[in-house]
């Protein structure tokens, strides 16, 4: 089954420093890979999603993600981090022929002044 | 805008006690879930509507039952809670699955089972 595998529980930087969140997709066929962000007592919400049409993919907030096919990779980055961005941030997967999202486990982002 | 709007927000159930979760979304969109959320598990799919008068089962089923009322809402049912279903649920939804169109979110229901 596809998965996406989500290195390091939490993260910790500092506010300007950069960002880097690890996603590592398991898939014999490049999947649609997706980055939602949890903000605290809230729900999810979109923050990009790769669907094929161009590898560096960008999305809200000045987040962006890669595609390597190579390293079957979807890591997430922020040039400068903002004491706004601390969330919970979750790369997830849709199944071939399926209409769902699988979810990493999710990554604590932590931003100190 | 209202978006997905769940209700309750919280909710304290005895085990074996029933309750219906109530998920409604007012943007017209063709496919709803269920998740939930557990710390180092991510969110799991429960269930899913992929239109109005279908439901699937998702990853983690058991326990539980759904039904899509209309194209507006998608209810969620434990028919006996155990404590095991302590957990914050997830409804979503989306215009046409979640790989052509975003998935919004509601805020959540934190339930405990005690």
């Known amino acids: 089954a596809q998965s996406v595998t989500q290195l390091g529980s939490h993260v910790s930087v500092s506010e300007g420093a950069l960002v880097l969140l690890r996603c590592n997709y398991s898939s014999s066929v490049p999947p649609y890979l997706f980055w939602y962000v949890q903000y605290p007592n809230q729900g999810l919400q979109l923050l990009l999603k790769y669907t094929s049409a161009a590898t560096l993919v960008k999305g809200i907030n000045g987040f962006e993600a890669e595609f390597k096919k190579s390293e079957t990779s979807f890591h997430l980055t922020k040039p400068s981090a903002h004491m706004s961005d601390a969330a919970e941030y979750f790369c997830a997967v849709t199944p071939t022929g399926f209409q769902k999202l699988v979810f990493g486990t999710g990554t604590r982002l932590l931003v100190s002044p | 805008n209202a978006g997905v709007t769940q209700t309750p927000k919280f909710q304290v159930l005895k085990t074996g006690q029933s309750m219906t979760l109530q998920c409604a979304q007012d943007?017209?969109?063709?496919?709803m879930y269920w998740y939930r959320q557990d710390p180092g598990m991510g969110l799991r799919l429960i269930y899913y509507?992929?239109?109005?008068?279908?439901?699937d089962k998702g990853e983690v089923p058991n326990g539980y039952n759904v039904s899509r009322l209309n194209k507006r809402e998608f209810s969620l049912r434990l028919e006996s809670a155990a404590p095991s279903q302590t957990s914050v649920y997830f409804c979503a939804s989306s215009e046409a699955g979640v790989t052509r169109t975003e998935a919004f979110f509601g805020q959540g229901t934190r339930l405990t089972v005690v």
């Open positions: 509507s992929a239109s109005e008068g279908t439901t």
């Open positions: 943007m017209n969109h063709n496919s």
